[in-house]
C-alpha cells in the first residue's frame, strides 16, 4: 500500500554527475572520461566496421557529431533493472515503512550502541542525518555523502527502519515506555549470548536486492560517524519465489508467517502505540529481534510425522493437520481414533496461539545461515521479528506458554533478544524521532 511507482533511473545518475564534477579538481575529471570512452567502446558495432572509432587496424577516430548521435541514444534500459528501479516505497507518514508491506527477500538487523557520552543534541544529529539519508536511498538516490549513488539507484522496494532502545530514550530526556527493557529469562530454554543482545539503536534494512541491502547499511552506519558503534550485525533472508504478500518457507521447510493480525485493518491497535504509551511514540510500535538457532542436523533425523506433528501443519502447503488449505482455520479440539488431539497438546501452533485476544503480534522472520562455527555442521535459524504495541502484554505470555512447553523446543535454542521502541514515522518537515527529542 505505501509502494509509490517512479519512473526508471531518475536523480541517480544526475547526483553522480554533479558529484563527480564537484570533485574534478581531485582528478575525478579523467575518470569521467575514461568512463565515457569505455562506454562508446562498448557502443561500437562489433567487427570493427562503421567508423565506430577506438578499434584496431588504425581506424580514424569517430567524428565529433557520430560521437554526440551516441551519447543522445543510451542503449535501452535492461528492463529487469527498470522494474526494481520503480519499486521504491514511501517514507515520510504517520508510521515507518518496513512494518506493514510485505518483507522482501533480504533483511539486516543492525544493533548499535551510542559512544559514551553521547547527549541529546548529538541525538538529534544522528536522527537529522539518518532522516535525510533514508529518506534519499528510499527513493533511489544516494545520501548527500555518497561516492557510488549508482548503488542507490535501485531500491528494490528498500526500507529503513529505526528503532530506540532505553538508553537513547533516556538521552533524549523522554519518558521510558514501561516495556522498553530485556524480556523475561525463558531458563527452560535461552541460552542467550549477549554478542546477539540488547543495543542502543536498531535499523533494520530490507530491499529485494541484496545489493541494495548492503549499501544502505554502509551510508547509514558510515553517515553516523563517532556517534555509534555497531554491536552486532543479523543478516536474513527469504525465499523471493513464493511471491509478495505470502508467508516464507523457514530452513525447516515449514511455511511460516501463516496466522497473523490484520494489522492494516480491525487489528490495527495491536500493532500501533496509542494512549497506554508515552506521547512521543504515538505512530510507534515495538520490536523484538531473537536469533533462535535450529538444529538443521537434528531435524534431519526427524520423521515426516514427526515434523508436521511438532508445528500442527503439513509441510507440504502449510495446512492444518485437522485438515484444509493453508488458510483453513485448524480445529484445535479434533481428537483421532485413539481420542488424542490431532494437534498434539504440545504443538508450537496450539501452545502459541493466542488464549485472549490481545496475545497478538505481527511475526515478520527472516532465515539466517551463517558459516559454521566450531564442530557444527550448519549455523542456521531464525531471526523472529515482532512488532507489537506492548510486548510485555503481548508476546511474553506466548512466549512464556512456548518456554514451558513447544516440541520445536526439541530443535530451536534462542541465543539473542533485543527489544526496541519503534519511532512513528516522519512526516513532512519532521526528523525520525522529533517528538522524542521534544
Ligand atoms: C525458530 C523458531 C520458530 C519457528 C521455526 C516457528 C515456526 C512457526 C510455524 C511454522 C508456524 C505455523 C504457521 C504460522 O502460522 O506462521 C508458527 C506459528 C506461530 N508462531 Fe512460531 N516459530 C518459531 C518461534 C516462535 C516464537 C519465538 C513465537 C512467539 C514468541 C512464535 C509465535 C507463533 C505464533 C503466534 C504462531 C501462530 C499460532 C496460531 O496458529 O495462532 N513462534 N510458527
Known sequence: ???????????????????????????????????????????????????????????????????????????????RLTRARARGRAFRGEHQAGIIEAPPAYGTFVGLDLAEGTDRDAVRRLLTVWT?????????????TDLE??????????????????????????????????????????????????????????????????????????????????????????????GAGLPMRNLFGQVDGTVQPDVTGIDADLLWTGAGAPSWLRGGSSVVVR??????????RADRVTRENAIGRRLDDGGPVTGGGVDAAADFSATDDLGFHRIDDAAHMRRAHASVPHERFLRRPYSYDDAPEDADLSNSGLLFVAYQADPVRQLVP????????DLLNLWTTPVGSAVFAVLPGARDGEILGQAMLG
Do not use: N, Y
Open 132 to 144: 535525510d539519508d533514508i529518506e534519499r536511498l528510499m527513493d533511489g538516490r544516494g545520501p548527500l
Open 291 to 300: 536469533r533462535i538457532r535450529m538444529d538443521l542436523d537434528r531435524w534431519d
Open 398 to 405: 506466548v512466549q512464556q506458554r512456548l518456554a514451558e512447553a
Open 149 to 242: 549513488p549508482e548503488l542507490a539507484a535501485v531500491p528494490a522496494s528498500l526500507t529503513v527502519t529505526v528503532a530506540v532502545g532505553r538508553r537513547v530514550v533516556e538521552t533524549a530526556g523522554s519518558a521510558v515506555p514501561s516495556w522498553l527493557a530485556p524480556l523475561p529469562a525463558f531458563e527452560k530454554i535461552d541460552a542467550l549470548d549477549d554478542r546477539w543482545g540488547e543495543a542502543d539503536l536498531l535499523l533494520q534494512v530490507c530491499s529485494d536486492s541484496p545489493t541494495t541491502v548492503a549499501h544502505a547499511q554502509r551510508r547509514l552506519v558510515v553517515d553516523a560517524g563517532d556517534l555509534v558503534r555497531p554491536r552486532w550485525v543479523q543478516r536474513g533472508f527469504r525465499e523471493p519465489f513464493e
Open 1 to 79: 500500500m505505501t509502494s509509490r511507482p517512479r519512473e526508471a533511473g531518475d536523480a541517480a545518475p544526475r547526483r553522480r554527475t554533479v558529484l563527480l564534477s564537484g570533485l574534478a579538481g581531485a582528478g575525478a575529471g579523467v575518470v569521467t572520461s575514461a568512463g565515457a570512452a569505455v562506454a562508446r567502446e562498448r557502443a561500437a558495432p562489433r567487427g570493427g566496421g562503421g567508423g565506430g572509432g577506438g578499434g584496431g587496424g588504425g581506424a580514424p577516430p569517430a567524428p565529433p557529431a557520430a560521437v554526440a548521435r551516441e551519447r543522445s541514444a543510451p542503449p535501452p534500459p535492461d528492463p
